[in-house]
């Protein structure tokens, strides 16, 4: 098994922390009362936005994890 270079490490490292940020992201837009008063509290489109960028972390955080263990096989 040899060891991933330098500019893997950082490409997975980056990943992992901006599916952390979508999710993130999506989770504060939902809890927050203000959301920096560019959407409305309680409207749609706010929450929707909210689910869009919380299923786009899960993704993000998906293809990290399967190129993980495609390259540990």
Known sequence: MREKPLHEKLG??????????????GVFLILSSFSFR???????????FAGILILYGAY?????????????S
């Open 12 to 25: 997975d490292l980056t990943s992992s922390v901006m599916a952390l940020a979508y999710v993130g992201g």
């Open 38 to 48: 560019l959407l409305p509290i309680g409207s749609v489109w706010r929450y929707a």
């Open 60 to 72: 993000r955080g998906y293809r990290v994890l399967r190129r993980n263990q495609d390259d540990e």
